[in-house]
């Protein structure tokens, strides 16, 4: 709170004040009044007006002060009434008011979408975990009787679990609460059960798998984590150069305070143009749009998970070359110490 | 023959489960009520438990944890959620392993498989007519030559012995493979069971493997 301001705020009380003392002085001249009595007059009524005007201005400048200095220190705003004292001025007394008023009717809508959202959040899991019943009955069936079903059935049992999934790890990416769980885990069997799972895709697209260098353990939720990689092969596939042999090689690197896992293939690439927005929610690019339908969220639900996990994700690519995909699984040295 | 307990709630799961088990040589037995699970299972003494977690009555972690109170069963937990701390939780409570819906059926048997060989801790020579295999050097031999096979090798053959007499797919096979993270394509299956063949005809089993067409392989 600045006092220049603040008195310019008060001008109309100010310049009322200067006429009523011009009054006064024309009073006082009129009535002859001696001239050291007019000064002390004119002292008095100053001093005072002046008093008046600073003890009010401190009063609400330390109360605003420690206000707008909250305000701007908390990064939720909203919870800066808890931070303050009930001003003990009028004014302020009806904004404390107003603004405690106002949070609670703003919490109680917010916790109601938060119910809503939630209530959606248990339907939409619980529907999955029914939905892959059927799925796992009619995979089964189909191995039972591979005399009379084609194997394509199979594989397109496998894409509707991966859509399913997708659901599944978008409402766990969006969120606030914490449903994973981080724990040591080996790197090589989390490749290995997303290889394993697509492993009729791979072959099928004749893709060549170099897996080297991936005995380490890694800190992360081994679900989330093979969802995220499944995510990254499917693209992979997807994205492959036709009329060459492709690739896709898997590697990790072992620093000091990370691991890094890098995918890489030797696919269409990514133009530069595109390479920024791959994280971006819906995007689907010139690939997307050239290449099979797109939906543009699998990379976005990757990176959410990668940043709700703490992990980093980020992706090289030259077009036409390659595109490489690093996931960095930071070190906790609180736990190396507990081991 | 050993003895699967298979306890789901979902009818046509547990039908194609238990048509999955007896084909691969095991005898399944179904719960059919879940009301007094723990002691039915006893009664059954079954050799192994595929669990599910979500079925009436009691939640199958709890059954677990009640069962070990009173027996030592393998118990694999089957189940549609997809959830590490689920599986901590089953493991904590003494389950052998977790396995999440929907599964490679192959993989399934294998991981069944797996966990018969810790239990029954067989050592690494098996046999097979004169042949002795040792499963850890990766050698097959009779009484006069001994031959050494690869990693990939071995698992073929291995997968082969346990199937004997049964056809066995390219998939199995090529499913046993990535399983043990040797991601070959199948060109390279191809060449990895003739080499295979021409190994074994080196110990004079000429032919053992059979090649039944568009379906898979025999071993006699």
């Known amino acids: 709170m600045k006092l220049s301001k603040y008195l310019k705020d008060k001008l109309l009380p100010i310049s009322l004040f200067f006429v009523m003392y ?84 703003m919490i109680e809508n917010v916790k109601n979408y938060e119910f809503q959202m939630n209530d959606f959040r248990e339907y939409i899991e619980m529907w999955i975990h029914e939905v892959k019943i059927p799925i ?17 059935l199979v594989y397109q049992m496998k894409k509707i679990e991966d859509y399913v999934n997708q659901v599944l790890y978008y409402v766990r990416s969006e969120n606030a609460e914490k449903d994973y769980l981080i724990k040591e885990n080996k790197l090589d069997k989390i490749i290995s059960d997303t290889l394993l799972k697509n492993k009729d895709y791979l072959l099928e697209n004749n893709i060549n798998l170099i897996v080297d260098n991936v005995n380490y353990s890694v800190l992360t939720d081994s679900k989330w984590i093979e969802f995220i ?77 990668c940043n709700k996990l703490g992990h980093k994700i980020y992706i090289k690519s030259k077009e036409n070359e390659y595109t490489k995909v690093y996931i960095t699984f930071s070190k906790d040295n609180y736990y190396e110490v507990l081991k | 023959m050993k003895k699967i307990l298979i306890i789901e709630d979902d009818k046509s799961i547990r039908k194609e489960l238990s048509k999955l088990l007896e084909d ?46 009173s027996s030592n069963v393998p118990v694999i937990m089957v189940t549609s959620r997809n959830s590490q701390a689920d599986e901590v939780l089953s493991m904590s409570y003494g389950a052998d392993d977790y396995i999440v819906k929907p599964y490679n059926p192959t993989v399934l048997l294998l991981r069944i498989n797996s966990i018969f060989k810790r239990i029954e801790k067989t050592n690494n020579i098996v046999t097979y007519k004169d042949l002795s295999i040792n499963l850890q050097k990766g ?63 080196e110990v004079g089993y000429d032919n053992i493997i059979e090649t039944r067409k568009k379906i898979g392989y025999i071993l006699l």
């Open chain 1, 22 to 105: 011009f009054i006064i002085l024309l009073i006082l001249f009129a009535f002859k009044v001696q001239t050291l009595l007019i000064c002390y007059i004119s002292i008095v009524i100053f001093t005072f007006n002046i008093i008046f005007l600073l003890i009010s201005y401190f009063r609400k400048k330390s109360f605003y002060d420690n206000f707008l200095l909250n305000i701007k220190g908390l990064d939720k705003s909203y919870l800066v009434l808890e931070t303050i004292n009930k001003p003990k001025f009028y004014e302020g007394e009806i904004l404390y008011d107003s603004l405690y008023e106002i949070n609670k009717s």
């Open chain 1, 136 to 152: 796992s009955s009619l995979i089964l069936y189909a191995h039972n009787h591979k005399d009379i079903i084609d194997k394509n």
């Open chain 2, 139 to 201: 050698t097959i031999s009779n009484n006069e030559v001994e031959i050494v096979l690869t990693k990939n090798e071995m698992i073929i053959f291995n997968y082969l012995l346990n199937n004997q007499n049964k056809i066995v797919t390219r998939d199995e096979l090529m499913t046993d493979l990535w399983n043990n993270s040797e991601y070959i394509n199948d060109n390279a299956l191809t060449v990895n069971i003739s080499r295979l063949r021409s190994k074994l005809k």
């Open chain 1, 229 to 305: 990689l499944n995510q990254i092969i499917n693209n992979s596939i997807k994205y492959k150069k036709n009329n060459t042999d492709s690739y896709i090689k898997i590697t990790a690197e072992d620093l000091n305070n990370k691991t890094i896992l890098i995918i890489e293939d030797n696919g269409i690439g990514i133009p530069l143009s595109d390479i920024s927005k791959v994280f971006n929610k819906s995007f689907t690019g010139t690939n997307g749009r050239i290449r099979s339908k797109s939906t543009g969220m699998g990379l976005f639900i990757a990176k959410n998970l």
């Open chain 2, 24 to 69: 691969a040589g095991y005898k399944s037995i179904i719960l059919e009520s879940f009301e007094n699970a723990k002691e039915d299972i006893i009664k059954v003494n079954p050799d192994l438990i595929l669990l599910d977690i979500n079925i009436p009555y009691i939640n199958g972690e709890m059954l677990l944890l009640e069962l070990r109170k």
